[in-house]
């Protein structure tokens, strides 16, 4: 199953606080940027306090205005927090949804800014498994031997690969300059391309007027713009003046004690003659500089064309240096300067071009429950489908309805009185301006739907008076309207049983030609993969024949959402292995789907494990294309499939998704009565989709 959004997706995470990841993004987004047109940009994680995230802003201008950057954003860690279920439904809804208008999309992993502990890189991992992107795995080489910097990266894709993702690539970033081959020589061994980037001091220098702040500086010379330079390194003037002189080197913030004016005019005056360019002057201690030095100093200054920042600070130099040397890196604000060296580094180190190319290759073969419902959603909405909800006053209904039209993921007609549906709605708080309401007894569309209906069930005899009463009925005049072409599909059963919601489908919707019996699928969405079970919710004991129309009908449906179907015929036994009734009966049907669709892998008798599991597999029919990575699974009987389908959904975790009707020509769901408010949406989705795909569907 390909992801969600046609945008080509790379995860940009890294397990380690400090490692320089936002350096990299800049250089992996200049060379997206170099091959698709269309790019945007995604932080999962932001901060809780309002402040704006300095990397996405910094990303956000490399890309001028072509995003905004509410729309870059996921959640919160107040809201991961809180409940990290929701924030990561949160945070790929909106990463998809981004992604459906762009070319290529970067999302940057949080960067351990609220909340630092081993579990952030999980988060990640999880995010890039459930948005189906590969990693790009960023480690810090800063102060570790090339052995543990081959250790991390080890360690961190383990953990990549418990959370269902997959690492495309490793970057050993902030390496000694010196270790350089060493790094990538350690690194040959974890299985993927791997590059290494040296420490570039500049990127995490801080500003002047940062560590002006640090100091309680005031600036009492140089234009405001002095105070963005970066300053490599601390300088204290505080011996004799020619050495201190000897001691002064490019990008330096040079600290002067105030009394000590002799000190402060020669460094003044090095800017003027061909003395190292600092970066700027801190003047310390209540010393005020006196006005006519002040005003040599700015003569000095602006004849040497010197663009530098005095700073007076008002502690000692002892303190103020101590101040300035404990001050925090900067790695997440960007100059132009920064952004420059940056690239160069990436460039220079790092095969862009090639790397970017390769995620067209690696798209991971998983499918997470978070991934196919978003699939659902997503496939939905590019639909554009109408469907009729014939229970339009139940809570749920409205609270589903409310959503699927907010996000513009399908039409929605709501059966019931205006009046009554309206009011629900107002009680329980949700819009739904956006739906038709129809209120049956006194539609329009009732006569017309009576008469038709008596038409078409004048084999049994039925009356205009008893169709009138028929149609009345929200399911009966819900499903008239799909008929009719009114609407693309139904969804119902959220208070009302099965066989009132599929007996009026029966009646005069009625299967396609080929097959025999309507039919269901459960999507049963493990952690890695979704698979499909079949019958579980409509016929009790089917024979061989309507056994083979199940199992075509089901693979119909998998190919439907995305899933290539391999066919296994279950029973207590596998190929030659047992005899009786109920294993002939399977070996039958097996027989039947060959004949019909020579071309669908399938394979019967077969036990789960076996068809499951690659190493059972592998010891009982180890010829078969099937056995060991079967997709679809049909049960002999109701009893085995609604049994299993639930031992699966409640031991496994597995998310449940159905039963999802098939072998009608046009599409009818049915709900549990204790159907969730997501149960509704997603089975609301599937039937959106089934209507796009009815007249797509090749016979058998």
């Known amino acids: 199953m390909t992801p969600i959004g046609q945008a080509r997706t790379i995860v940009l995470a890294s397990p380690d606080p400090l490692s320089g990841k936002s350096a990299v993004a800049i250089g992996l987004l200049d060379e997206m940027r170099q091959q698709f047109r269309r790019v945007s940009v995604f932080r999962p994680i932001v901060r809780s306090d309002g402040v704006r995230d300095h990397v996405l802003t910094m990303l ?60 952030e890189f999980g988060f990640n991992a999880e995010v890039a498994a ?48 010196d270790q350089l081959a060493d790094v990538r020589s350690a690194l040959s061994r974890v299985g993927c391309p791997a590059y290494a980037i040296p420490e570039i001091p500049l990127l995490g220098a801080r500003s002047v007027g940062q560590l002006a702040g640090a100091v309680s500086g005031r600036q009492v010379y140089g234009p405001p713009a002095a105070l963005d330079r970066e300053a490599l390194e601390i300088t204290i003037a505080a011996g004799r003046l020619d050495h201190d002189l000897l001691t002064l080197s490019d990008d330096a913030l040079v600290v002067v004690s105030g009394d000590r004016p002799d000190t402060l005019l020669g460094v003044v005056l090095s800017q003027a003659l061909s003395g190292p360019r600092i970066a700027g002057i801190v003047v310390t201690g209540s010393y005020t500089i006196p006005e006519p030095l002040l005003r040599l100093i700015t003569a000095i200054l602006d004849a040497a064309g010197a663009e530098i920042a005095v700073i007076s600070a008002p502690d000692d130099i002892s303190t103020a240096a101590q101040q300035l040397l404990a001050a925090p890196g900067n790695a997440t604000s960007f100059s132009q300067r920064k952004v420059e060296a940056a690239l160069e580094a990436f460039r220079t180190h790092v095969a862009g071009a090639e790397l970017v190319r390769g995620t067209a290759a690696s798209v991971p073969d998983i499918v997470t429950p978070r991934m196919f419902e978003q699939m659902l959603l997503s496939r939905a909405r590019a639909a554009r489908r109408h469907i009729v909800l014939p229970e339009g006053t139940e809570e749920r209904i409205l609270q589903a309805a409310a959503f699927l039209l907010e996000r513009d993921i399908c039409r929605i007609t709501l059966l019931g009185p205006p009046d009554v549906i309206k009011a629900k709605a107002a009680e329980v708080g949700v819009d739904i301006s956006g739906a038709q309401i129809i209120d049956p007894p006194s539609s329009d569309l009732l006569p017309r739907f009576a008469k038709e209906y008596a038409e078409l069930r004048k084999h049994k005899k039925i009356p205009y008076d008893q169709a009138l009463d028929h149609c009345t009925d929200v399911s009966y005049f819900g499903t008239m309207m799909v008929l009719d072409g009114l609407a ?48 579980c919710a409509v016929n009790p004991d089917p024979d061989p024949a309507q056994l083979a129309d199940i199992a075509i ?7 439907q959402f995305g899933i290539e179907p391999r066919v296994a015929m279950l029973s207590y036994s596998t190929g030659e292995s047992g005899s009786g009734a109920d294993v002939e009966k399977v070996r039958q049907a097996t027989e039947l789907v060959r004949q019909r669709m020579p071309q669908l892998p399938v394979e019967g008798p077969i036990q789960y494990d076996a068809a499951v599991d690659p190493v059972v597999a592998q010891a009982k029919l180890a010829e078969s294309p099937v056995a060991g990575q079967a997709t679809v699974l049909i049960f002999p009987d109701l009893n085995t499939g609604n049994n299993t389908y639930k031992a699966v959904q409640r031991s496994a975790g597995a998310l449940a998704i159905g039963p999802v009707l098939q072998g009608l020509r046009k599409p009818v769901n049915d709900l549990s009565r204790g159907a969730l408010v997501s149960d509704i949406i997603n089975t609301v989705a599937i039937t959106a989709i089934q209507a796009a795909g009815e007249r797509a569907e090749p016979t058998a």
């Not at 992993?109 to 909340?115: N, R, W």
């Open 60 to 119: 956000l201008e490399q890309l001028g205005a072509s995003q905004r950057y509410a729309d870059a954003i996921g959640v919160t860690y107040d809201q991961m927090i809180a409940d990290p279920v929701a924030a990561m439904t949160i945070i790929v809804e909106k990463a998809n949804r981004l992604s459906e208008d762009c070319d290529a999309l970067l999302v940057v992993g949080s960067d351990y800014t609220d909340v630092a502990g081993p579990m």
């Open 130 to 177: 459930n948005l189906g992107a590969p990693i790009i795995l960023v480690v810090s080489a800063r102060h570790r031997s090339p052995e543990l910097v081959a250790r991390a990266a080890e360690s961190a894709m383990a953990d990549a690969r418990l959370h269902h993702a997959s690492v495309l690539a490793v970057i050993a970033n902030r390496a000694c300059a």
């Open 488 to 535: 693309d599909g139904m969804v119902s059963g959220a208070a009302h049983t099965t066989a009132h919601t599929i007996r009026p489908a029966l009646e005069v919707i009625k299967t396609t030609p080929d097959v025999s019996v309507v039919s269901s699928v459960f999507f049963m969405c493990l952690p890695d993969r979704v698979l499909v079970y079949g019958d």
């Open 553 to 559: 009908s089901s693979a119909r449906t998998a190919r």
